[in-house]
Nanobody
Framework: QVQLVESGGGLVQPGGSLKLSCAAS????????MSWYRQAPGKERELVAS????????VYADSVKGRFTISRADAKNMVYLQMSSLKVDDTAVYYCVGRRSSVTYWGQGTQVTVSS
């Protein structure tokens, strides 16, 4: 079973940047497509970004295109989400998710708060 641990959340002002990290517990991580999801208070959980196993394919929610970048470093068992030009609406708990075939693993989440 893969364990995923997010870090890097916090409080940032509108227009600022933040980089989230997700550490996977085992080397088989490289076989998993990885994603970041988020859930804001009172809203449904939504997909933010995904990256394929080889890193060659990425997809983003329309609301974050051009501002967020997902990447992975398989040698370190890490996946990242670089967030720029942050908006108040980006405030949410962000989750790291690993998926392979019918198996899905979720991290515990990290809080991102965008506020002045």
């Amino acid at each position: 079973q893969v364990q995923l641990v997010e870090s890097g959340g916090g409080l940032v002002q509108p227009g600022g940047s933040l980089k989230l990290s997700c550490a996977a517990s085992e080397a088989t991580f490289k076989r998993y497509a990885m994603s970041w999801y988020r859930q804001a208070p009172g809203k449904e959980r939504e997909l933010v970004a995904s990256i394929s196993t080889d890193g060659g394919y990425t997809v983003y929610a329309d609301s974050v295109k051009g501002r967020f970048t997902i990447s992975r470093a398989d040698a370190k068992n890490m996946v990242y989400l670089q967030m720029s030009s942050l908006k108040v609406d980006d405030t949410a708990v962000y989750y790291c998710v690993g998926r392979r075939s019918s198996v899905t693993y979720w991290g515990q989440g990290t809080q991102v708060t965008v506020s002045s």
